[in-house]
């Protein structure tokens, strides 16, 4: 079963707008949570995380959002850009830290 | 900057050949983790350790094992490839948990 969920296979956005990428999970015992993106034949690159103390993190143009009484989490991008377009990953631990679960992906097209 | 750098980017193999991939990381990190990307099923951790000589199966262990000698090298073994095992392999590590984990730039395996 799966426990982190990202049930959008793709997102288009156009340049400038902003792109709300989501994330579901199952598992009340996930503690941290971060975002990667991944551009093809390269490895995923961190791009932004939160933990469960807080709601919101901010860096830059990405800000991450977690609900915890929904077990959800976004990631903001303002103002999206054409080399944002990349495959999007969620991610969660637990309290130790360590193994993280990813989510399927999510394919994110920015056009000019 | 961390550096994890993946022995091969591409690799081409036989069945029943024993097949190893090498992971080094530059910093010191404790923790490292090997996982397989396939089309649709994101990222799904196959193991990972905390330390050398410590080892600890992820999700997807069948027909795998690893090595950890140095605290900087972690190397995965196919110990009888097959053609179920063509995939993307990652290679991540962590300074410790609740971190980041940095990944290398995959190596791109067939089994023929």
């Known amino acids: 079963d799966q426990q982190v969920k990202q049930n959008s296979p793709s997102l288009s956005v156009q340049e400038g707008r902003i792109s709300i990428l989501n994330c579901d999970y199952t598992?009340?015992?996930?503690?941290?949570f971060l975002w990667y993106k991944k551009y093809p034949a390269e490895g995923p690159t961190f791009l932004i995380s939160?933990?469960?103390?807080?709601d919101k993190n901010e860096d830059g143009r990405f800000t991450v959002f977690l609900n915890k009484s929904a077990k959800h989490l976004s990631l903001h991008i303002v103002p999206s850009q054409p080399g944002d377009s990349a495959v999007y990953f969620c991610?969660?631990?637990?309290?130790?830290?360590?193994?993280?679960?990813f989510g399927k992906g999510t394919t994110l097209s920015v056009s000019s | 900057d961390v550096k994890v750098t993946q022995s091969s980017r591409y690799l081409v193999k036989r069945t029943g050949e024993k097949v190893f991939l090498e992971c080094v990381q530059d910093?010191?990190?404790?923790?490292m983790f090997w996982y397989r990307q396939d089309p649709g099923l994101g990222l799904r951790l196959i193991y990972f350790s905390y330390d050398v000589k410590m080892k600890e199966k992820g999700d997807i262990p069948e027909g795998y094992s690893v090595s950890r000698e140095k605290k900087e090298r972690f190397s995965l073994i196919l110990e009888s490839a097959s053609t179920n095992q063509t995939s993307m392999y990652l290679c991540a590590s962590q300074w410790r948990g609740n971190q980041p984990q940095h990944f290398g730039d995959g190596t791109r395996l067939s089994i023929l």
């Open positions: 598992n009340s015992m996930f503690d941290y």
């Open positions: 939160i933990s469960s103390i807080k």
């Open positions: 910093m010191d990190h404790e923790n």
């Open positions: 991610a969660a631990s637990d309290q130790a830290g360590t193994a993280l679960i």
